[in-house]
């Protein structure tokens, strides 16, 4: 609990003791007696928050109230009002909040460092195993197949991304153009959506066992290669009507170079010890705090908002890297 949250709750607590004196004394007159009189304080003038608060507090330590019974203080109804505000309001970070996130900032660096020191290493092993005899005969099985149509809007390094049959989340169609024969996708001119069906030129598999299996070999012929296979649901984003994500679909596979962008490969290495680093060190840093203080790991509101705060910001900040 913060000081912010202390002040108010000893800030209530006197108000409603000072409040029950006054209602006492008002009581003893009514009834035609004589109340005591009732203890000089000096927050009769109007007072910031701050000032009412060291004002309160020099009366709470003269008159020994050292307690705070906030359900003297409040109805059950303003309790609970008063929780549910409470339960709102944003944890400020402090130096250890600051320390935590700088720590998995660093780590979380060195952890990109890492995996693309890994992911250069395991592309140009992919790389050796293109040569080897057995993928080289894969990538003749799945040669002539729709799913590689490379026509006008479909070419260049990162046509994979434009095919429907390169995308893993979407075999259905894929295995449908194998079988038919028949390529079908869909190209962007200016805005405007054509759909675009090429067959024909491409030879037609009867068996669906056939056309799995012709499927699998394509795509580990791919995968090998520098840009291997966009991620799942890449080609679905390209077929959205909105030029943003067609353009962010696009150029994360494309990358700056082949094989430097988002793929398959890259993204089951590139991202995964870096963002599992980062979230360790600051949910350990969340949770442990939560149990010094409460004696129990799980979270309120508002400490799970702090939480996603933090993990915001050293994910922001490694992605600089």
């Known amino acids: ?32 007696g004589i109340p005591d009189r009732l203890p000089e304080n000096d927050t009769t003038e109007h007072l910031s928050y701050v000032e009412l608060t060291v004002a309160n507090d020099r009366l709470r330590a003269r008159r020994g109230w ?17 929780d ?36 250069g290493a395991v592309a140009r092993g992919l790389g050796a195993t293109r040569k080897t005899g ?14 590689d149509y490379t026509g006008p809007g479909f070419g260049g390094r990162a046509h994979r991304v434009r095919s429907p049959g390169h995308d893993l989340a979407r075999p259905f169609e894929a295995l449908r153009q194998i079988r038919a024969g028949e390529f079908r996708g869909v190209r962007w001119d200016y805005g405007d959506k054509h759909d675009v069906t090429v067959g024909g030129r491409f030879r037609e598999v009867d068996s669906l066992a056939d056309a799995l299996v012709l499927w699998a070999k394509h795509l580990a012929a791919d995968l090998v290669t520098p840009m291997s296979l ?17 353009k962010f679909a696009h150029e994360v596979y494309l990358g700056t170079s082949a094989g430097n962008g988002l793929n398959v490969r890259s993204g089951l290495l590139t991202p995964s010890l870096s963002v599992i680093t980062t979230e360790i060190i600051l949910r350990t840093h969340v949770h442990s705090r939560a149990y010094a203080v409460t004696g129990s790991a799980l979270l309120g509101e508002r400490e799970q908002a702090r939480r996603d705060e933090l993990l915001l910001a050293a994910h922001s900040l490694v992605g600089l890297a």
């Not at 050292?66 to 008063?82: I, K, S, Y």
């Not at 320390?99 to 979380?108: K, P």
């Not at 966009?230 to 067609?246: C, I, Q, T, V």
Request: proline share 4%; hydrophobic share 45%.
């Open 230 to 246: 966009p991620m799942p649901g890449s080609s679905w984003l390209y077929e959205l009507d909105n030029r943003a994500l067609r």
């Open 84 to 119: 549910r505000w409470r339960a709102r309001q944003r944890i400020p970070w402090d130096h250890e909040d600051m320390l935590a996130v700088g720590f998995a900032t660093v780590l979380g660096v060195a952890a990109v460092w890492y995996d693309t020191a890994v992911d």
């Open 66 to 82: 050292t307690d705070v019974d906030l359900d003297a203080a409040l109805t059950p109804e303003q309790r609970a009002g008063f």
């Open 1 to 32: 609990m913060s000081s912010m949250d202390d002040s108010l709750d000893r800030n209530l607590d006197t108000l409603s003791r000072r409040l029950a004196e006054l209602e006492s004394a008002t009581g003893t007159a009514l009834a035609g």
């Open 134 to 147: 057995w993928m080289r005969g894969w990538e003749r099985a799945g040669k002539r197949l729709p799913i």
